[in-house]
C-alpha cells in the first residue's frame, strides 16, 4: 500500500483522527485536510509513526477554492489520488427546527456539508479516471436517514450528499470509480458537541443501540472503510452503509 494516497477531510479529530490513523497503518500516505492547524498537524506528524505518513494541508471546506485546491496540492505533491475520504463537517451551531432555521445557516450548511463535497469529487475524478482506480467514500448520517429532529440543516446536507454519491457511481463505475456513503455511530467532533447539550438524549441513544455502545472511530468505523477503499471493494459501489451496532434498524431517538 505504500504507494497508495488518501485524502481525508477533517482528520484533526474524532471519526477523521480514526480513519487517518487506521490508514497510515495500512501503509497510506494520508492528506490531513483539516481546518485546524494545531490538530492537523498532530494528527500528520503521528502518522510515520503507525506505518504511512502524513501531510496536513489547511483546508477549510466552506471555501470551495481551498477544497480545490487541497486536491491540487496532493495530485502536485504525489502525483495521484487513490482515495478520497469526505468527512468534514463544520460545527458549533446548536440545534434549530425546519421552522425556524435561517436561510444563511442552511446556506451556509449546505455550502460546507454538500458543495464542497461535490467539488472535491470534481477535483479528483480526473485523475481517478486516468489511473482506471479511485475510492470515494463520503461520512454521512443516520440523522438525515431517518430526519432527526434539531438538525435540519445538518439533515439535508447529508441526505443531498448520499444522492450525489449513488449518482456519481452509476456515472463513474466505467472508470473503475466506486462511490459509497456511510453512516457512521461513533462519537464525532460535532456529535459530541450535541450530546453535550443533550445528555439525556445521549444516554437514551447509548440504551438503543443493540451493541450497547457508541463505535470507536479507529477501531469500529475505520474497518469498514478501509475494506471500501481495498480492492475487496471494487465490486460494492451506490451503497449506504450504517456502521452504527445496529442503531439505525430501529431508528434511536432524536429529539431536543
Known amino acids: ?29 494520508v492528506v490531513v485536510a483539516e481546518i485546524d492547524e494545531t490538530s492537523g498537524q498532530r494528527v500528520a506528524g503521528s502518522l510515520a509513526s503507525l506505518g504511512g505518513q502524513g501531510l496536513f494541508i489547511p483546508t477549510d471546506i466552506a471555501d470551495l477554492v481551498q477544497v480545490n485546491a487541497m486536491v491540487d496540492d496532493t495530485i502536485e505533491r504525489f502525483g495521484r489520488v487513490d482515495v478520497l475520504v469526505n468527512n468534514a463537517y463544520p460545527t458549533g451551531k446548536g440545534m434549530t427546527s425546519v421552522a425556524d432555521i435561517d436561510r444563511q445557516r442552511m446556506r451556509h450548511s449546505m455550502s460546507a456539508g454538500f458543495d464542497a463535497v461535490h467539488v472535491a469529487m470534481q477535483a479528483v475524478y480526473p485523475t481517478m479516471r486516468a489511473q482506471g482506480f479511485g475510492r470515494i467514500i463520503n461520512m454521512c448520517s443516520l440523522n438525515g436517514v431517518n430526519a432527526h429532529a434539531g438538525t435540519v440543516d445538518y439533515n439535508c446536507a ?22 459509497n456513503a456511510v453512516c457512521p455511530g461513533a462519537m464525532s467532533k460535532a456529535f459530541k458537541q450535541r450530546m453535550a447539550e443533550m445528555p439525556e438524549v445521549f444516554e437514551s441513544i447509548t440504551k438503543m443501540i443493540p451493541m450497547g455502545y457508541s463505535g470507536d472511530p479507529e477501531e469500529d468505523i475505520a474497518p469498514v472503510v478501509l475494506f471500501l477503499a481495498s480492492e475487496g471493494g471494487r465490486y460494492v459501489t451506490g451503497n449506504t452503509i450504517h456502521v452504527d451496532g445496529g442503531g439505525h434498524i430501529n431508528g434511536v431517538p432524536w429529539k431536543p
Open 158 to 179: 447529508k441526505e443531498a450528499v448520499r444522492a450525489l454519491t449513488r449518482t456519481a457511481a452509476v456515472e463513474w463505475g466505467k472508470d473503475g470509480i466506486t462511490c
Open 1 to 29: 500500500m505504500e504507494s497508495k494516497v488518501a485524502i481525508i477531510t477533517g482528520a484533526g479529530g474524532g471519526i477523521g483522527e480514526g480513519l487517518a490513523r487506521a490508514f497510515a497503518r495500512e501503509g497510506y500516505t
